[in-house]
């Protein structure tokens, strides 16, 4: 899954695709790279981060998507939690809603989703983006996310989301401590109970900058360590911004898996 921010603040990218012909441009650099989902963001989610306007968000990812489309059979996700731009987002063209808050947001979230009958990434997540690392604490990361699961699994089933329909993500950095990171991406494997694709979203994150001693910019050899080790603990989808990269570590974890 290629990352597509089409914000002018996300923490790593922001500001790089917010023209129309730019982002155009590096979703398809990002499909001959290899990436299998194009990830199109309208909001910065990082942490502490305002959350922006249903209207503004609208006007950065509609175009995008519809121009993508019409290029491009690809698979199209769109990482917002709002309902609305759900909803038009789907109408574009896309065919996954990527929801940070697994439906929690936005009440009509699920409704939508299944109207459509479309894919959906249920994240994890404590707390909300503008205070979810203030002073994050869990007992038992792994069981707590688990039990998260299953009650929004539970949810999306109710309102008429079909199972197979449903990939879900532990929210690496969405209200965790760089211990809580780490543990997630060591046993990821233990989420596998439900029987549903796995999301894993590393990429440049601020605990690979912690555990490296790296800034932002300096934290690829790091991103590309933890989707290698997230693979071989049965990570099925990847989220990432250097798809070049990302899709060579791909290939050999998977040789050595499948030798």
Same mark, same amino acid.
């Given at each position: 899954m290629g990352i597509l921010n089409v914000t002018p603040d996300s923490f790593y990218d922001g500001g790089r695709y917010i023209k129309l012909e730019d982002a155009l441009k590096r979703a398809l650099e990002m499909i001959e790279e290899g990436a299998d989902i194009i990830d &199109? !963001? !309208?909001?910065? %989610?990082?942490?502490?981060?305002?959350?922006?306007? $249903? #209207?503004?968000?609208?006007?950065?990812?509609? /175009?995008?998507?519809? *121009?993508?489309?019409?290029? %491009?059979?690809? /698979?199209?996700?769109?990482? %917002? #939690?709002?309902?609305?731009?759900?909803?038009?987002?789907?109408?574009?063209?896309?065919?996954?809603?990527?929801?940070?808050?697994?439906?929690g947001f936005d009440e009509k979230m699920a409704e939508t989703v299944a109207r459509f009958n479309a894919y959906a990434v249920i994240m994890h997540i404590k707390g909300i983006p503008r205070d979810m690392q203030l002073n994050p604490y869990y007992d038992d990361v792994i069981g707590e996310i688990i039990e998260y699961f299953k009650e929004r699994l539970n949810f999306a089933l109710s309102s008429g989301i079909e199972r197979e329909k449903i990939i879900l993500d532990p929210g690496i950095?969405?209200?965790?401590? &760089?211990?809580?990171?780490?543990?997630? =991406?060591?046993?990821?494997?233990?989420?596998?109970?439900?029987?549903?694709?796995?999301?894993?979203? $590393?990429?440049?994150?601020?605990?690979? !900058?912690?555990? %490296?001693?790296?800034?932002?910019?300096?934290?690829?050899?790091? $991103?590309?360590?933890? =989707?290698?080790?997230?693979?071989?603990?049965?990570?099925? =989808? &990847?989220?990432? *911004?250097?798809?070049?990269?990302? @899709? @060579?570590?791909?290939?050999l974890v998977d040789a050595v898996i499948k030798s």
């Open positions: &199109v !963001g !309208g909001e910065s %989610t990082r942490p502490f981060s305002e959350p922006a306007s $249903t #209207y503004e968000e609208l006007k950065r990812v509609i /175009p995008v998507i519809e *121009h993508i489309r019409a290029q %491009t059979d690809i /698979p199209i996700s769109i990482d %917002t #939690y709002k309902s609305e731009v759900a909803k038009e987002a789907l109408c574009a063209g896309a065919d996954i809603v990527n929801d940070i808050s697994g439906f950095g969405f209200g965790k401590r &760089v211990e809580d990171n780490l543990k997630i =991406i060591k046993e990821l494997r233990r989420f596998k109970e439900f029987g549903l694709p796995l999301l894993i979203g $590393t990429s440049m994150k601020s605990f690979i !900058g912690h555990v %490296t001693g790296s800034d932002v910019n300096e934290r690829v050899e790091g $991103t590309l360590a933890s =989707i290698a080790i997230s693979i071989w603990n049965g990570a099925d =989808i &990847v989220r990432v *911004h250097d798809v070049k990269k990302a @899709k @060579k570590v791909i290939k």
